[in-house]
């Protein structure tokens, strides 16, 4: 009789002990998918500054990702605009094509993504054109924040401003460098050599993120990259 009990009671040891390792063993549930990874309702229009010597085709595989995302094409803007001037005034014509894009889409405001010199003046217009009420989220990638020196070798008005120390940089980076209400959002590359130093990208306030190794122009050409910044502005 004191054996069979015995017995019986090794038997549900060994169950309760096999049920907890299978508890301990089961497969986790499958986690879901970021939801800011694709296009919803609430996302906003993205437009895209390019930079020195650029145009809006800079951004034509960046575009394209977004669409592969469920973006729809009217909420992509690749705006071209004169590299050579002030970026104060490309600021300027700046809050003309936000307001025009708010009233395409009817978003009340846009996501901006910036490369290189576009982020100057997308900042000056957040900072001076009362953008930031228009603006959820801005993105800079690899952008002279604080001056280059790689600009010291050209004369555009739009160049000499991205020179270290220059009273448009100085005016610019007074006080409170990622101003009103907007995320703001960098990525610098330590292999950018279009861009020095290196120091020059991160901003006070804002989410500043070091990429691999990637050259200048493939700061808007990369994967990694291209969904960070997607589910940065997609939040």
Known sequence: MQRSLLNRSLVATAVAATGVLLA????????????????????????????????????????????????????????????HQSNATTAQQLSTEVDRLLAATGATRVDI?????????????????????????????????????SANSCFDTSCTEMRIGSAFLTALNSGDETPGS???????SPCDTMINPDSSVPLSGATNTQTACLSHTDLFMDATVYAQTRDMINR
């Open 182 to 188: 907007a995320r703001y959002a960098t990525w610098w």
């Open 24 to 83: 301990v063993q089961a497969p986790a549930p499958a986690a879901q998918a970021s939801s800011s990874s694709t296009f919803r309702s609430t996302s906003n229009p993205v437009l895209f500054v390019h930079g020195y010597t650029g145009d809006g085709s800079n951004w034509n595989t960046m575009a394209s990702r977004f669409r592969n995302d469920g973006w729809p094409s009217s909420y992509l803007d690749q705006w071209t605009y004169d590299w």
């Open 113 to 149: 993504v910036s490369h290189s010199m576009g982020g100057l003046s997308s900042r000056y217009y957040l900072k001076n054109l009362a953008g930031a009420a228009k603006v959820d989220a801005w993105v800079s990638l690899g952008g002279p924040n604080h001056g280059t020196d």
